[in-house]
C-alpha cells in the first residue's frame, strides 16, 4: 500500500464498481416496486424475516444482515411498520425484536420472483461463470463476506 494517488485506470475500476452497483439496484428497484410496491432493502430485510422461524429476528441482527447502521435501519423499519409489513416489539432492557407481518409477507412472497428475475436479467445473466467467480474471488480477497439475499 502507498499514499500515492489512485492511478486514473484504478480510479476508472472505482468509479465503474461504483456505477455498476447504483444501475443494478435501480434496476432491482424499479422492478420490485412494479411487482410488489417494495424497494430492494424492503424486500431484503423481508427475505430475511422469512427464513427465521415465526418471521422474528432481533433489530440488532438484522442490522447487521443487512449491513445497515443502526438510524438507517431504524428509519426503513419506521417506514415499513407504517405500511403495515412489520412490527417492532421491544424485549424490555434487551432491544427490540422485529416481526413480519402477514402483509409484509404477501408482499415477499410477491416480489421473490421479480427480485431473482432483475438480478438475473441486469447482472448475473449477462456474465460468464468464470466472472462470477472472479468476483467471489476478489470479494474474499477484500474480506467481504455476504449478508443478505
Sequence with gaps: M??????????????????????VGAAVDRELTQA????????????LLSEVPEGRMRQQTLAEKLGLHKSRLSHLLTRMGERGL?????????????????????????????????????????????????????ADDLGVKPRAP
Design 36 to 47: 410488489a410496491d417494495l424497494n430492494a432493502s424492503e424486500y431484503i430485510a423481508l427475505a
Design 86 to 138: 412489520v412490527e417492532r416489539q421491544p424485549l424490555g432492557n434487551k432491544g427490540v425484536t422485529v416481526v413480519m407481518t402477514e402483509r409484509g409477507r404477501d408482499l415477499q412472497r410477491q416480489g421473490e420472483t421479480a427480485y431473482h428475475r432483475a438480478l438475473q436479467r441486469h447482472f448475473i445473466g449477462l456474465l460468464r461463470p468464470e466472472q462470477l467467480d472472479a468476483i467471489l474471488e476478489i
Design 2 to 23: 502507498t499514499d500515492a494517488l489512485l492511478t486514473p485506470q484504478q480510479l476508472q475500476v472505482w468509479r465503474t464498481l461504483r456505477k455498476v452497483r447504483d444501475h
